[in-house]
């Protein structure tokens, strides 16, 4: 669906870098366990906050800092 609309997810970012790579491989995307790098890059241009919920208004806030659209969950 996500590719049927012509998006792409640039990265996948979980505490847990194997989880972050099952995400990212279907869509050829960066896998990592840091924030930072997944909004340092310019082809991500908004954010799907899925993390839990105390971690929400921090993970929203730095989409946002970054410049990026941000959907929390």
Do not use: Y
């Amino acid at each position: 669906m996500i590719q049927r609309r012509g998006l792409r997810p640039g990265a996948a970012v979980d505490a847990k870098l194997e989880a972050a790579q099952r995400a990212a491989a279907p869509f050829g995307a960066v896998a990592t366990t840091d924030l930072a790098p997944a909004l340092a890059m310019p082809e991500v241009e908004a954010v799907l906050v899925c993390s839990p919920n105390d971690a929400h208004v921090e993970h929203t806030l730095a989409g946002i800092g970054a410049g990026k659209h941000a959907l929390v969950e």
